[in-house]
Nanobody
Framework: QVQLVESGGGLVQAGGSLRLSCAAS????????MGWFRQAPGKEREFVAA????????YYADSVKGRFTISRDNAKNTVYLQMNSLKPEDTAVYYC????????????????WGQGTQVTVSS
């Protein structure tokens, strides 16, 4: 079992930055691939980024590539999402998720989810 708690969301102007954190419980955090997803009002939850258990492999949605960076600190049981050059279309609830296999982009592949943190980007 893994419990996930996101933090770091908030209101930011377009062009600004935020760093999201996802703290995980459990001694096996380092064995899980981690992902970030987001869901805007009226839209489906979509993939944002994923990282392998070691941090050696990362994957990004085309819409955030070059602006967002996913990283992890296994000693702190935490995964991060650094978001730069934010746009109004990045406004959404951001969720972190954990999966026991390789990093994946499909939300149904993930076993554990956090409660989400709101990110709002004003124009």
């Amino acid at each position: 079992q893994v419990q996930l708690v996101e933090s770091g969301g908030g209101l930011v102007q377009a062009g600004g930055s935020l760093r999201l954190s996802c703290a995980a419980s459990g001694r096996t955090f380092s064995s899980y691939a981690m992902g970030w997803f987001r869901q805007a009002p009226g839209k489906e939850r979509e993939f944002v980024a994923a990282i392998s258990w070691s941090g050696g492999s990362t994957y990004y949605a085309d819409s955030v590539k070059g602006r967002f960076t996913i990283s992890r600190d296994n000693a702190k049981n935490t995964v991060y999402l650094q978001m730069n050059s934010l746009k109004p279309e990045d406004t959404a609830v951001y969720y972190c998720a954990a999966d026991g296999g390789i990093p994946k982009t499909a939300r149904y592949e993930y076993d554990y989810w956090g409660q989400g943190t709101q990110v709002t980007v004003s124009s």
